[in-house]
Structure formats: C-alpha cells, structure tokens
C-alpha cells in the first residue's frame, strides 16, 4: 500500500455519489472480538456445525445457548473502534450510503450508522423457534435454556446459522445496494462465506471501483481495484478524513 493509494481511495470517496460498504468480523477484532477464520479463530476452538447449525441446535439447545450466553456477556464489555466510528462518519457526507455487515455484534449500530443490513441476524434478538415470534433482547442476560413466554418452545438466537438462508429482505437490499455502488468497501472480511462474498462480484460488474481494507490478502483481492493493507480501525479513519 502505499500513500498513493490512499489518497486514490480518499479522492474516489470524496467524489462518489452511491458508497457500499461490505464488513466482516475484522472490523471488530479491535474491539476486542475475535474473528473466525485463521490462527486462534472462533472456528479452531469449537466446532461451527455444533454450535453454529439447526442440526447442532435441535441435538443440544442448552450447549449452543451456553456459548451464545457467554458470546452476548462478552459483547456487553464491548465498545466500537474507530474504523466502525469512521464508516459512521462516511454515512454523513455520501448522498447514497449503505453498510452490509455480515456481523452480528451490532457495533456499527453502536457507533452511530444507520444505514445498515445485517445479512446475517444479530446476536441480541432472539426467535421463538415455535411461534417465531421475535424481541430485541439487547444488553439482557438470558435464561440458562431461554424459552418463549408465549408458547413455550425453545427461543434461539436470531442469526443465520449454516446451511440456513439469508433473510430475504436484508438480502435484496444488499444486492440493490451493491448494484448501485460507484466505490464498494470491502473491510475485515475473508469473502469465503457465500453468498454475501458474492456481492462483492456483482459490484465489481456493475462498475463499482472495489476497495479492500484488510491485513491480509483474501478470496477478493483478486477482484480489488485497491488494497489497502493494515488494521481497519487505522485505515478507515485515514481514508474518511478530510
Ligand atoms: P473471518 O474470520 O472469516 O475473516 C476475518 C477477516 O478479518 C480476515 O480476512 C482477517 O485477515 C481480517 N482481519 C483481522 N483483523 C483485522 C483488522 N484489525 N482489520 C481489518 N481486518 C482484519 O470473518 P468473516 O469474513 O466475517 O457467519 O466471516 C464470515 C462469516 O463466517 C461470519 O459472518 C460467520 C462466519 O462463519 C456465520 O456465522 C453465518
């Protein structure tokens, strides 16, 4: 990366009239959570199709709430980092602003963005697995074997787990928002989990310049106009500020 790059970046934002912005867990990691893939990752440590699928779920509800319960303590500790802050600040100056985040932390919520799709739930709502009856639950310590007060079936956490579909609303909202983008941000995210790694392509055939802001090279580096290599909490402000 060098400074060209970064003012090539700060001039395509400055000028752009449509912004997308795609995020992934690295721009949590400096908010103290960790991300999934890779050395010291959520899924070396515990086993995404035990915690983290229907299958799992119906087979031992109270050891996925466990691990959700002590996920939504850690959060509650958890405060957003200047690269959340900046996204926040790029929402203000961009006619047509819209944030995709595959995160469930709502940390972007918590900095101040609006304009925001969560295409994977969020961990602070949960969803009757009877009645389907949903509630924020943000910041409450939940029952041991949280149940619903309605009908008694087992809540579960409103994410979407794998091998589940994405909420169609959030989904159609993403592709129209990637659709339009001029610039497409690509930050903290290792564009393996589809099909949210596919918006990333259909920006980049619509036109869109495609930026990536991640440490490491990724599945979309290859698609990437620029990359701007380095911890998105000290990227993102330096391509947000004036
Ligand atoms: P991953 O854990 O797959 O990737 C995290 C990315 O963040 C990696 O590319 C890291 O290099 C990068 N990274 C680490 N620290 C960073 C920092 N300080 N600044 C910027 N980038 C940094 O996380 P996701 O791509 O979000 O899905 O994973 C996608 C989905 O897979 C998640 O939503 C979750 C998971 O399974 C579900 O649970 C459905």
Not at 215 to 232: H, I, W
């Amino acid at each position: 990366m060098t400074s060209e790059d970064l003012e090539r970046v700060r001039q395509w934002l400055a000028r752009a009239q449509a912004v997308t912005v795609l995020t992934g867990a690295g721009v949590s990691a400096e908010s103290g959570i960790e991300t999934f893939r890779g050395p010291g990752g959520v899924w070396e440590k515990v086993n995404p199709l035990e915690l983290a699928s229907p299958e799992g779920f119906r087979r031992d509800p109270r050891r996925v709430w466990d691990w959700y319960n002590a996920r939504r303590r850690q959060l509650l500790g958890s405060r957003p980092n200047p690269g959340h802050y900046a996204l926040a600040e790029l929402e203000k100056r961009v006619p047509q602003f819209g944030l995709i985040t595959q995160n469930v932390d709502r940390l972007h919520q918590a900095a101040g963005s609006r304009q925001v799709v969560e295409l994977h739930g969020n961990i602070w709502e949960v969803r009757c697995t009877g009645c389907g009856r949903r509630d924020d639950r943000t910041g409450v310590e939940l029952p041991e074997e949280p149940h619903c007060e309605v009908c008694g079936a087992w809540l579960r956490p409103n994410v979407v787990w794998f091998g589940e579909v994405l909420p169609a609303d959030a989904w159609r909202q993403a592709e129209a928002w990637a659709q339009r983008a001029e610039v497409f941000l690509v930050v903290g995210t290792s564009a393996e989990v589809w099909p949210a790694a596919g918006l990333i392509y259909l920006a980049s055939n619509a036109g869109a310049k495609v930026v990536e802001i991640n440490p490491q090279n990724t599945s979309a580096t290859k698609v990437a106009d620029v990359a701007l290599r380095g911890p998105s909490g000290e990227i993102l402000p330096q391509i947000v500020s004036r």
